[in-house]
């Protein structure tokens, strides 16, 4: 019994990091279009950024468009937490290597720059087809599988965070 116990734990203890974040966010008042893509899960591959400035929220996608919505009393209440830096955000989307779809919510910082100096100003970039890049440290990492490294040195994979989505125009939560 105490193997079967011990052998159910591996490496989805760590899928998961331990920052906070806090984030709940309903699209069916603000009927966003950039985020809403992200949401979808029938168009996966599409991320988008999701960040906080004064009391709006910024969404851009990985496509490049980007838009700002003002926050609910509700939403200023709640008082969102996007990882290490909330001034970043955090990156959100369904990956397209898998069948259904995994919604995933990354941070948008460069986790191994930031375990470096423990400073979150390595923002990164996202292109079209689902990569995000550092341009500090220039690895390259695949959202859409698990943010793992696919190019410059190894490392840490994105830091990953629980999220779900009730489609386009519903509700986005990001915690952990």
Known sequence: MALFVLGGCGESEFEYSS?????????????DATLSVSMNAMAPGTFCRVSVSGNYFTFTNSHGQSSR?????????????LGVNNESGVIVGFGLLSDPPVFYAYDAQCPNCYENDSRPRYLLSMTS??????????RTYDMNNSGIIIDGGPGEKLYRYHASTTGPNGILSVNN
């Open 19 to 31: 920052h906070r974040v806090r984030l709940v966010y309903d699209n069916s008042l603000h009927l």
């Open 69 to 81: 919505q003002p926050m609910t009393s509700v939403e200023q209440q709640r008082l969102p937490i």
């Open 129 to 138: 087809d689902g990569k995000a890049k550092c341009s500090r440290c220039g």
